[in-house]
Structure formats: C-alpha cells, structure tokens
C-alpha cells in the first residue's frame, strides 16, 4: 500500500480505503463501537437534560459528572478494542490481546487529558490536526501487548507530527461530513412527528409542542449525539488507514500483509529469478557506462529540451507568498462558517415553514377534529392503487420469463461466429458445448467456449459488464476496478485472455493441455472470488 506523495491525494485515498475497510468489516466489529459508545452517548443527554431544566444540586452534578467520567473511560476502551480489530484486519494478522486493567488503566489516563488538550488545540488552532490524529493513533495503539504506555504515547506522537498537511485536508473533510450528518439527522428528528400525524393522525407529545420541541436544548443535543455515533466509526477507520501506511514506512507492514496471503508456485518463483537476472544484468550494463560523458549526455538533454523543466526549483518570487497550509486553513475555516451559517438558516426557515403549516387549532391535549384530511386520504389511495399496478406488472413479467428464456434458447449459438456474446448462454451451458468440442478434439473452439463460459461467470457475478462492443482488455479493466483486493484472481484472468487471443487470433496450436490449463485457472479463480473471507484470512 504506498501512500501518494500529494496531501490532497494521499488524504482522498485514505478518506476512500476507509470506506472500502468498513464494507469488508464484520458487524460484530461495529458493536465493539456502538457497545461503548451508546452508553456514554445517552449518559450525556441525560445530563445535558438535567442541566438545562432541572437544575439539579452540586451533590447530584457530582455525581452525574463521575458517572459520565467511568462512561468516557468505558467508550475508550470499546473505541480502543474497535480501532485493534480493524488494525489486525488491515495487516491481515490475529489480534493482540491485552489485559483489561492496563487497557482501563491506558484509556482512563488519555481520555481525561483529551477533553482538555482539543480545547487549548481548539483555540490555538495550529495544534489541532496533530492533536486529533494523537489521539486517534494512541486508540489504535492501546492493544499493542508488545507497547508499553510510555511507548504507546511516544509512537502516536511520532506518527501525529508526519505530513501535518494530510492530517489538516482529512479534518477539513471529516468535519464537513460530520456536519452534513448532524444537519441531516436534525432535519429528520424535527420532521418525524408532524409527518406520523400526517400520515397516521397520531398526535403525540412531540406533534403538539410545535416550535417549542424544536427550540429545546435536548433536540440539538440529540441531533449532534446521534450524528457523532453515525460517524465516528469511520474517523477512526480512517485514522486506521493513515497509521497503517505510516507504521509501513517503518516496518514494512504492507509487504507483510500482502505476502501473508500470497501463494508462490514454481512458475511465479522462476519468473522471480528472471526479474532478478534481468535486473543485475541491466546494472552490470549501467556500471559501464563512464559517468563523465553520461553527466555530458545529461547536461545536454536539459538544455535542448522543454519536457524538464517541472524539476527545476520554483521562481524566488514564489518565496514571498504565505504558506499555502495557513491559506488552505483560512479558506477551510471561511467556507465551513460560510456553510454552517446558511445550512442553519435554511434549516430554521424549513422547520418554521412546516411547524407554521400544521399548527394544531384545537386545544391543548385534545384530539385532532379530524385525524385525516381528505386530500390526504385520496393522495394514499392513488399511491397504494399504483403499487398494486405496479406488482401486478411484476407478476406478469415473471410469468413470462420462462417464455422469453426459451425462445431465447432456441436460437443456435455458432462458436466459429466473431459477434457471438457470452451473455447468450449460461456458464453451464457453454461448458457443455466445450466438452462437446474436446469429444471431438477441436481444442480451439472448446478453448473460445470455456472463455465465454467465464466471462458469463462474471457477467452473472457483476464482476464485469457484458456488452457486444467491448473488448478483452475492457473486461481485464472491469476486474480490475471491482476485485482491486483479488491480485491472484485478476492475474489468472489476464492469463486466461492472452491464452485465449493467442489461440483465436493468433497462430499459436491449441493441444488438450492448454485447453485443461485454461480450465483448472477458471476453477481457481472462481474459487478465489467466490470465497473474499478466505482470501483476505
């Protein structure tokens, strides 16, 4: 896995590689999160709630703020559990088990720094993507038995302080997504009441306060609580990423991975040795070469030629200009405040616009005269009436699939045709007609059927789109988009097609092995992308 050298990229291909780590991961692994971070989420509504309408004694803030303290070191210790897995699952090795008193005792410590530290990194500014990226490695490092406490603070410091400006771009990006979210989830949680009375004529609690729920301090509160749950699975998934391509800068944990599930056979090792070969030859050849008239040759082509001209240093005036970190900071900042002040405007004048609609008339705590308008009750009949129309139509179509499939079938499928699709037939149904032609001893034409027979396997797998107008090197490029993670099974395809367009287009004889070579690289590719868990195991 090598990291771009531009922040920006390296930054969007993290904020990408997370999305894809938290697709491949388990739900059991999401409930390590949620298990510790839901309790701690409800205690500070409950809380905030008690703060803001019943001020509560110092004795019962006393209390409630220890209680919200073994909640914060309980969530660390879940979040710390969590970022261990996904680390384990992106270096493709077991997990590390530590002792649940130094795992209490590490994450009781960081937890009741960081409130504080975020909010002198906070208002200072400048700190605070090494900070957030601090904590988050120093969770990823907490189940590391071969770390002590010192040495996990140390190691998270180090990895914080690399490439400050990737760390800059991933907050700017992860803070816009968490307020998207928050908008998000408030809009609904406003919306739901009035539309569940709209639509069932239940009046609730929630329905009848109109404005007032709204403007509660607990809604607020709940709308960024649930967004944070929402979210904060992925920032640390995507401070996993990061850690792990900056530890491989280190130790080289990628290669590991990666030959961790990778098989050597005997042809892979000799064509090794050839690379190898090849590459001592060419520095025999490049060691005599005199360095003199290269430096020459070297000089020459520099001043003749244009094309290299981006290594040369930038223009000294370029030097006077700010840093473009405090720039990009200073367009982030005036963007969000930008966005964050019209979203809040058009979120206020939405709820206001429909709070304003469906003021209740009657009086406090009575029944609504009418639970249903009828323009509302003929809006539903249409909409039920059009779904039955709509299953209806699906019914029959189903009725007549077989119909269509038979005709379809009964149409002959020449192999010897150039515009033939593998999508005419099913994969059975192909192997057929290749059996067929090694009964007969065409080979060539047994070969094209068993090619068509796995391009209808991926087709029917949507690892690849079939369509008359693409080429082979289009479905190589298809495979290679959708199984990025699948290397083995992406090089027994390519093997496959220049077997293939050596044998049809080409001049090359095809024998009974080549066509069983063919064969047995369609069964273990099938096998590997049919199986992901047992690949990445």
């Known amino acids: 896995m090598r990291e771009p050298r531009d922040s920006g990229s390296a930054a969007l291909s993290a904020l990408e590689d997370a999305v894809h780590l938290l697709r491949r991961t388990p739900l059991s692994t999401l409930l390590l999160h949620w298990v510790g971070s839901a309790p701690f989420t409800l205690g500070v509504l409950l809380f905030w709630n008690d703060i803001t309408q019943y001020r509560p004694s110092n004795a019962a803030c006393v209390a409630d703020s220890l209680a919200l303290a073994a ?16 680390r384990a699952q992106l270096g493709g090795g077991a997990e590390s088990s530590v002792g649940v008193w130094r795992m209490a005792g590490c994450q009781s410590l960081l937890g009741a720094s960081k409130p504080i530290v975020l909010l002198l990194a906070l208002l200072i500014v400048f700190p605070l993507a090494q900070t957030v990226a601090f904590y988050r490695y120093a969770s990823v490092l907490a189940c590391r038995a071969d770390l002590s406490f010192r040495q996990v ?16 771009v991933v907050l700017a990006a992860i803070a816009f997504l968490q307020s998207i979210v928050t908008l998000n989830v ?19 609690v929630f329905s009848r306060g109109g404005m007032s729920y709204v403007e509660n301090p607990l809604f607020a509160m709940t709308a960024v609580a649930v967004g944070w749950m929402a979210v904060d699975p992925y920032i640390q998934a995507v401070y996993c990423v990061m850690y792990f391509r900056r530890e491989s800068l280190r130790s080289g944990e990628d290669l590991r991975a990666a ?7 005997a042809p892979a090792a000799a064509a090794l040795l050839c690379v190898f070969a090849g590459f001592s030859r060419a520095a025999r050849a490049a060691d005599a070469v005199a360095p003199e008239p290269l430096r020459q040759s070297i000089q020459q082509t520099l001043q003749e030629g244009h094309e290299y001209d981006w290594r040369l240093p930038a223009e000294t005036a370029a030097q006077g200009k700010p840093s473009w970190i405090v720039s990009m900071v200073d367009r982030a900042f005036h963007g969000l405040a930008w966005a964050m002040q019209h979203a809040g405007n058009a979120l206020t004048n939405l709820l206001r616009w429909i709070f304003g609609k469906l003021t209740i008339k009657d009086a406090p705590g009575a029944a609504p005269a009418q639970a249903l308008s009828w323009g509302i009750c003929l809006a539903t009949a249409v909409i039920l009436a059009l779904a039955g129309l709509l299953v209806v139509r699906i019914l029959r179509a189903r009725r007549k699939k077989p119909r269509v499939a038979a005709v379809a079938m009964a149409v002959p499928v020449r192999l010897e045709d150039e515009h033939v699709t ?58 290679r988009r959708r199984a990025r993670e699948f290397a083995e099974a992406r090089g027994l395809f390519s093997q496959n097609i220049a077997s293939f367009e050596r044998a049809w287009y080409g001049l090359h004889e095809v024998a009974a092995d080549d066509v069983e070579m063919f064969r047995e690289r369609n069964g273990r590719m099938k096998t590997l992308l049919a199986q992901p868990e047992a690949v990445a195991a």
Not at 76 to 86: D, E, Q, Y
Not at 259 to 265: K, P, S
């Open 186 to 204: 408030a809009t609904a949680i406003g919306i739901l009441p009035q539309l569940v009375r709209m639509l069932t004529g239940y009046e609730s």
């Open 259 to 265: 030959l961790r599930g990778l098989r050597l056979a």
């Open 71 to 86: 909640l914060l070191a309980w969530m660390n210790c879940w979040r710390a559990a969590f970022a261990g897995r996904l």
């Open 422 to 479: 593998a999508d005419r037939l099913p994969e059975d149904q192909w192997i057929e007609m290749a059996e067929s032609c090694l009964r007969e001893r065409n080979y060539r034409l047994a070969l094209r059927a068993f090619y068509l027979a796995n391009l209808a396997w991926l087709g029917r797998s949507e690892w690849i789109a079939i369509h008359a107008g693409k080429t082979n090197r289009e479905y190589e490029g298809d495979l």
């Open 153 to 168: 603070i140390a190691r998270a410091s180090k990895l914080a302080g690399i490439e400050r400006a990737q760390s800059w």
